[in-house]
């Protein structure tokens, strides 16, 4: 007798799922086909953008190339293609790399310029922003007003701020060019007796603390 009930079980489940599959086969389908679509999308898109950023790394390590073997003028335009033409990193490097090769070049304001559209980015993280205020601030003392530059990276120098040292260090730059010989000592003091800051920079300060305080 149980197996007369399986074998009922059985018949019905099966005509169950045949009326299921008469009422929601074609929608069943179309399902597998878009969920098909959807995975050959994704992975068509990874295999595309994996080809993009070796081309993308292959014209900025070009460009690196271009700057270790002193041609700077090429280097500079190959930079400023990357940065402009790529995505993600390789774009933002290149903004960087552009910008550094400018002031190195004596271009200062075009250093400035673009170390500011850098820092007025909205889409990058908040610390890339920051060091392009510290860059766009030192570089600008060349020319610009040292007060400026203090009160632009003043919000950078407290504490718990990544670039603190860098902040206070061009504090200290621009409070020399401003005359003020103490204000300067004294925040390159805070700078040689900070543990976290980074070595270098603690060194340099030192170095100058020696060197005003004669």
Known sequence: MSDIFREIDEELRRDNIAKLWERYGAYLIGFAVLVVLITAGIVGWREYRSRQLQAEGTRYA???DLAR???DDKAVQAFATVARDASGGHSLLARFEEAAL??????EGGAVMIYDAVAN?????????????????????????????IERVA???????????????VTAIAKLKAGDRPAALDTYKQISDDPDAPQGIR???AEMVSALGQ
């Not at 400018?102 to 271009?107: M, N, R």
């Not at 980015?121 to 922003?129: F, M, V, W």
């Not at 504490?159 to 206070?168: K, M, T």
């Open 102 to 107: 400018k002031a190195k070049q004596g271009d």
């Open 203 to 205: 060194a340099r300060a």
């Open 62 to 64: 070009a460009a690196v």
């Open 69 to 71: 073997q002193g041609e």
């Open 155 to 169: 919000p950078l120098t407290q504490a718990g701020q990544p670039w603190r040292a860098s902040a206070l260090e």
């Open 121 to 149: 980015d909205a889409s990058l993280d908040r610390s890339y922003r920051d060091l392009a205020t510290i860059l766009s601030a030192m570089h600008g003392l060349a020319k610009g007003d040292p007060k400026a530059a």
